[in-house]
Nanobody, 121 residues
Framework: QVQLVESGGGLVQAGGSLRLSCAAS????????MGWYRQAPGKQRELVAL???????NYTNSVKGRFIISRDNAKNTVYVQMNSLKSEDTAVYYC???????????????WGLGTQVTVSS
């Protein structure tokens, strides 16, 4: 079994910055894509940013130029640096990873429990 543990959420004023971290732990496993999704009250969960094991990135349009996703493959950790935060960035942020565990046939999506980010205007 693999666990994803997020940290770094909190309350920040508009225009401020936060950095979220997510570390994957467990017994033998491999990770392909890692990233972040978010869900605001009354809205569907949406992609924020993804990064492959090779470092290719993908961002939703609303965060391009403000958020930077990165990862440390040796530590099985993904980060997102969130700058110029806006009130509309307020949401629960969920870590995501596409994981392969030995003796299983497929890559499996894993999710963290989420961390709250609140941006006050």
């Amino acid at each position: 079994q693999v666990q994803l543990v997020e940290s770094g959420g909190g309350l920040v004023q508009a225009g401020g910055s936060l950095r979220l971290s997510c570390a994957a732990s467990g017994r033998r496993f491999s990770i392909n894509g890692m990233g972040w999704y978010r869900q605001a009250p009354g809205k569907q969960r949406e992609l924020v940013a993804l990064i492959t094991s090779g470092g290719s990135t993908n961002y939703t349009n609303s965060v391009k130029g403000r958020f930077i996703i990165s990862r440390d493959n040796a530590k099985n950790t993904v980060y997102v640096q969130m700058n110029s935060l806006k009130s509309e960035d307020t949401a629960v942020y969920y870590c995501y990873a596409s994981v392969w565990v030995p003796l299983t046939p497929n890559w499996t999506d894993y999710w963290g429990l989420g961390t709250q980010v609140t941006v006050s205007s």
